[in-house]
């Protein structure tokens, strides 16, 4: 009598990790405020609320980046049942990878590399309006 094989659990493809050549070259290209969601991740401030049924969506927004975030939250237990994002056109890059280990270092370093030239022109705006 010959054994059967039930499947096992659905495997994920292993991730693409960033190069350091690839990441170099997109750094130059990345807005500081996309390098500081990318380092330090998004700032999300709570946007909208919205009934979806027995369950809530809640919006968030990234001032920083300008990305949105979508929460489908469970209207009995608070759970979160789904999540999404949409980022601004030009945030995703396409065929770069994962970040992490030392990429995640040089990502670091460059940020604050890049700190040291002063604040943000947004940041600076935002000190002149509330003054």
Same mark, same amino acid.
């Given at each position: 009598?010959?054994?059967?094989?039930?499947?096992?659990?659905?495997?994920?493809?292993?991730?693409?990790?960033?190069?350091?050549?690839?990441?170099?070259?997109?750094?130059?290209?990345?807005?500081?405020?996309?390098?500081?969601?990318?380092?330090?991740?998004?700032?999300?401030?709570?946007?909208?609320?919205?009934?979806? +049924?027995?369950?809530?969506?809640?919006?968030?927004?990234?001032? @920083?980046? =300008?990305?949105? #975030?979508?929460? &489908?939250?469970?209207? $009995?237990?608070?759970?979160?049942?789904?999540?999404?994002?949409?980022?601004?056109?030009?945030?995703?890059?396409?065929?770069? +990878?994962?970040?992490?280990?030392?990429?995640?270092?040089?990502? @670091?370093? =460059?940020?604050? #590399?890049?700190? &040291?030239?002063?604040? $943000?022109?947004?940041?600076?705006?935002?000190?002149?309006?509330?003054?």
């Amino acid at each position: 009598m010959s054994e059967v094989k039930m499947p096992g659990p659905a495997r994920r493809k292993k991730a693409q990790v960033a190069t350091k050549e690839a990441l170099a070259a997109q750094m130059k290209r990345w807005t500081r405020d996309e390098m500081v969601c990318r380092t330090y991740q998004h700032r999300w401030d709570a946007y909208t609320v919205e009934p979806e +049924g027995k369950n809530l969506l809640s919006t968030l927004f990234c001032a @920083r980046c =300008e990305s949105y #975030k979508y929460e &489908l939250i469970d209207g $009995s237990s608070g759970h979160v049942l789904k999540r999404s994002r949409d980022y601004p056109p030009g945030y995703l890059t396409v065929g770069l +990878g994962r970040i992490q280990g030392p990429r995640r270092d040089e990502l @670091r370093l =460059e940020t604050a #590399k890049r700190f &040291l030239k002063g604040p $943000s022109k947004r940041h600076l705006n935002a000190v002149e309006d509330a003054g």
